[in-house]
């Protein structure tokens, strides 16, 4: 009988650390397969953030590199600078990505460096333990916002899609989710697309994953996936944000 | 080829190209824009890589990755950048990557002045960002010796898997000299199969490498640090480089001194030797690793009264001679912040004064 489900090649056999209901695991898998499907296994090369994805290096089966917290698109710069012909991609969560890493990523994009950033938005930093991030939503309950974010105080939770689609020179953005199948089989086609224009040669793309976070939300897996739809959906809009000016959107 | 009139910050650029380093990531900040000016032109005629970064924090982590996949790769930058670069240089020591900096030192602290200064040897030879870690700092006294020790630091720090740092000074990027450039110091880069990210295809191989600095479990952060010392060790065994001055004579003071001091020393000697005082000097060439053992021989000598540590700073290395002369002989310090390099009569006067 043939099989016809099986581990992605580019995804190893470890367990993860990620927490039950987690949807790390569930990105990993889309970027082994799509890594699979593009048979670039042998020149890619990741970039593991600081936050909960540092070990991401332990579940995938090719080169990879650990940054500095929100240095990976530097990072990913200078390997794709000396050379070009490796396939690179940074994978950021939302404190790595859009507070710490803010300057590394926005120079990146707008010099249209040839990588891509696989971006995950779940609100709150995963790994230091559930405090507030620039995404985290207003009124938003976090360990370092106990009554809620006020952003009377600071501010609006920041939109990196929309930001970074201002720039002129990145050649895709896109906001995705990957909380029901549905989601998921959209996401993965946008993934795939993103390495696509890597391979191509066009220049900077960035794939936004809504994610869950159920150990630090305080809900079950279920319940996060709900909270999500319910209060991410309606600010995070999901959508093709910049797409190469030649290339037909589907 | 013979010899040519150039500008150090420029033959420092040159250097690294000769030396066969082809990619260079930089942020323009003075006394040492030059170095990215001249290489924005050249890089392009060479085939190899320029790219300015949106700051030194960044440019730093474009070394490490660039480093990382196997890349032999420089920067140049000046104090309060390599400050911002520190983050990344902790990074890079830890993750064993081969990098060379290039500081024009500048007087600090904060943004400090823009004159020349040795007010960065702590931040060179202690580490001036987190962690255990030590990088091969290597001192030239002029342009031409700026040429060498570049040509020479791409092989070092390939041997050691390590950062390599050139402590320079404003003067020493600023001022023009006559220089050769040795065409024997040409290296190829060493085969990094073995590590770096350099894809799998790439090194024929089905086994991922991985770049990192993470160590979780206390054993294994131990015994990573104990490999990084061993590398240490081995650069105190092995690479320590030193140039004695008037060192045959019956001296009575020892004159501790690098780089652009060096120069002004070795005329205090000179003028002391034709009125009949006899002074001599050690001049690191590497600061780290530091050459403790010539200084603690030399401070020894019988007709040796004190030891002199002289910097353009407020006293930093004289930390590194008094250790070194482990109290056989009184160390004093002289120095200034920087940007006003004592003349050689303000050293005299010093010396004079403790006899």
Redesign the interface.
Known sequence: MAKTFKKPEALSDQSTHYCPGCTHGIIHRLVAEVIDELGI?????G??PVGCA??A?NY?????????HG?AP??????K???P??IVFTYQGDGDLASIGM??II?AANRGEKFTTIFVNNTVYGMTGGQMAPTTLQGQRTTTSPAGRNVEEVGMPVKIAELLSALETPAYITRQAVLKPKYIVRAKKALKKAFQYQIDGRCFSLVEFISTCPTNWGLTPVEAIKWAEDNMLPYFKLGEYKTPDDVEED | MGKILMKGNEAIGEAAIRAGCLNYFAYPITPQSEVAEYLSRRMPEVGGVFLQGESEIAVGNMLFGAAGCGARVFTTSSSPGISLMSEAISYISSAQCPVVFVNIVRGGPGLGGILPSQADYFQATKGGGHGDYRLLVMAPASVQEAVEMVMTAFPLAEKYRNPVMILGDGLIGQMMEPVEFPEHLRTEPSNKDDWATNGMDTRKSNKPNLVKSLFLSAELLEEHNVILKAKYDRMKQEEVRYEPYNIDTDYQALIVSFGTMSRVCRTVIDDLKAEGFETAMIRPQTLFPFPEEPIKQAALKESCKIVLSIELNMGQMVEDVERSVQGTRPVHWYGKAGGDVPTPEEVIDVIKSFF
């Open positions: 296994r042998g020149r890619t090369v970039i593991a540092v070990l290096y995938f089966t090719f080169d990879f590199q650990e940054a500095a240095r530097a990072m990913a710069t200078g390997i600078r000396v050379r012909d490796l300057g590394e120079h």
